[in-house]
């Protein structure tokens, strides 16, 4: 009994100090980061508590106050919003990731397409199509599609006819259902559907790269959260990135 008790004793203090860590992430990440917060609880740590949408909802939900030990976004423009009003731990910012913009459409209707000024996306659409991504005035993708679009002179034709949705797996779950014909997402979004698949890729040039910034949150500061930040940029969360189709920077 007074073995159990000294031993009780030692483990207290290892509980005690034992952090759920709070992680914002972009809508596109989500399998990635499941299969990772798996890895990082065998390692011996909590499992991470998860928050996904869109790259601006979370910066907004963090520069409001929510607490969170560590932001991913999908863009720069978002993690640029958190460094202007000072919200990010100094020297922890990461561009970890890439992605490709593609073009996606319904599994049941298969289609391959060069995506270029030749290219008729209004004719794809049909009569009443709409073209579903993220909202451009605010959502990371649809911020990409609306300068692909612009690049290769389409979005003057189309946009009145976007379905603008609060982030990427919105949109891509509009072309699953059937309840748009196409859509504007991240290739790695595209590799975990069955019910769309990709028609093409957008010209690399026609766009900023797809960039993933990864940065402790101030507020959120501590030694386990830049051990994740550490983890994440090491072999064997970028070997789960790799497999789920980003770009490992």
Known sequence: MR???ILLVLLL???????TLTVFAAASLTDAMKDISAKWQAAGHQPLSLSFGSS???ARQIDQGAPANLFASADEKWMDYLADKK????GTRKDLLGNDL??????DKPLHVTIDKSFDLMGLLGANGRLATGDPAHVPVGIYAEQALKALGMWDSVQPRLAR???VRAALLLVERGEAPA???YATDAAVSKAAMIAGTFPAD???PVSYPFAVVKSGDTPDARALLTFLSGPEARAVFAQRGFKVE
Do not use: C, N, R, Y
Request: charged share 10%; aromatic share 4%; net charge negative.
């Open 3 to 5: 073995f159990l008790a």
């Open 13 to 19: 203090p290892l509980g005690a100090h034992a952090q």
């Open 56 to 58: 601006s909802t979370l």
């Open 87 to 90: 919200l990010l731990a100094d």
């Open 102 to 107: 593609v073009l996606v459409v319904s599994a």
């Open 165 to 167: 949705t609060e982030d």
């Open 183 to 185: 859509g504007i997402v």
């Open 206 to 208: 026609s766009h900023d």
